[in-house]
């Protein structure tokens, strides 16, 4: 059978870019969700291809995460819309976090202390934090500081990544019914060759979304919360009392 796998989530860098990758499998065919039972009867691939084209068929979803990346600690809780739009933090490998808002082609963002010191190292951290005074960074996507949050918000781009899959020594199979987040759902559970183990939840009512997903690997155990889908992305930004210009960041920075 095909496959349904998490594999990458990495947020870890200075202005908290996150590069959001998803790859499973299923043809184009699917859509809405067929009522209370209309899952039961399908089989784990049909559900498969259903839920991952209600994934793409979302105008804007809230993509919650709790696990690891390349062995190190991530945790991200990001709402994000097809127009390039979201809101909420992002997590470093480090423990850190960083308070993000992008509407259309601007920026805030605030990174916490831990962030910036794994980022740019103790001293340049305090200098840093000297000059913002805990207020938001604002600007622009075409600022280079700033631009990772253009590929951050962007879910088309996550939708993009998900891809058509072979084999690849995995079988997936419909696990027992269950209730997720107060959801009824359907597990699809798969298992790879080299002992990584996935199961999607697939709501099983309404329209089949993923609701969640929890991935083993390596003796790691990685889960996340895919909710919200077709809510709106928060418009309020923070007040120009809370924020600093990159621009005046720069400059009282060069005076230091």
Same mark, same amino acid.
């Given at each position: 059978?095909?496959?349904?796998?998490?594999?990458?989530?990495?947020?870890?860098?200075?202005?908290?870019?996150?590069?959001?990758?998803?790859?499973?499998?299923?043809?184009? /065919?699917?859509?809405?969700? =067929?009522?209370? /039972?209309?899952?039961?009867?399908?089989?784990?691939?049909?559900? /498969?291809? $259903?839920?991952?084209?209600?994934?793409? =068929?979302?105008?804007?979803?809230?993509? %919650?995460? =709790?696990?690891?990346? &390349?062995?190190?600690?991530? $945790?991200?809780?990001?709402?994000?819309?097809? &127009?390039?739009?979201?809101?909420? &933090?992002?997590?470093?490998?480090?423990?850190?976090?960083?308070?993000?808002? $992008?509407?259309? =082609?601007?920026?805030?963002? %605030?990174?916490?202390?831990?962030?910036?010191?794994?980022?740019?190292?103790?001293? %340049?951290?305090?200098?840093?934090?000297?000059?913002? $005074?805990?207020?938001?960074?604002?600007?622009?996507?075409?600022?280079?500081?700033?631009?990772?949050?253009?590929?951050?918000?962007?879910?088309?781009?996550?939708?993009?990544?998900?891809?058509?899959?072979?084999?690849?020594?995995?079988?997936?199979?419909?696990? *027992?019914?269950?209730?997720?987040?107060?959801?009824?759902?359907?597990?699809?559970?798969?298992?790879?060759?080299?002992?990584?183990?996935?199961?999607?939840?697939?709501?099983?009512?309404?329209?089949?979304?993923?609701? *969640?997903?929890?991935?083993?690997?390596?003796?790691?155990?990685? !889960?996340?919360?895919?909710?919200?889908?077709?809510?709106?992305?928060? !418009?309020?930004?923070?007040?120009?009392?809370?924020?600093?210009?990159?621009?005046?960041?720069?400059?009282?920075?060069?005076?230091?």
């Amino acid at each position: 059978m095909n496959k349904i796998h998490m594999v990458r989530v990495m947020a870890a860098t200075a202005c908290a870019a996150a590069l959001i990758g998803v790859t499973a499998c299923g043809s184009e /065919s699917g859509g809405k969700g =067929d009522g209370k /039972s209309g899952l039961d009867a399908m089989s784990a691939q049909q559900i /498969s291809d $259903k839920a991952m084209q209600a994934l793409r =068929d979302a105008k804007s979803l809230r993509f %919650k995460q =709790d696990g690891f990346t &390349q062995g190190q600690p991530v $945790k991200m809780n990001l709402i994000l819309d097809r &127009q390039g739009s979201c809101a909420g &933090q992002a997590g470093g490998a480090k423990g850190g976090s960083t308070d993000v808002i $992008k509407l259309g =082609d601007k920026v805030w963002m %605030k990174p916490d202390h831990a962030t910036w010191e794994e980022q740019i190292g103790a001293t %340049k951290a305090a200098t840093i934090e000297g000059v913002t $005074k805990g207020r938001y960074i604002h600007g622009p996507t075409s600022d280079p500081l700033l631009a990772g949050m253009a590929n951050t918000c962007d879910l088309t781009k996550f939708q993009a990544a998900i891809k058509g899959g072979d084999a690849s020594g995995e079988d997936m199979a419909k696990g *027992k019914p269950a209730t997720v987040e107060g959801k009824k759902v359907i597990p699809l559970e798969s298992k790879s060759g080299k002992g990584e183990a996935t199961t999607v939840y697939v709501a099983s009512e309404g329209t089949p979304y993923p609701v *969640k997903i929890v991935q083993t690997e390596g003796g790691k155990t990685t !889960t996340t919360l895919i909710t919200d889908y077709d809510k709106p992305v928060p !418009t309020a930004t923070p007040s120009a009392a809370e924020t600093i210009d990159i621009a005046q960041l720069r400059q009282q920075l060069q005076g230091a």
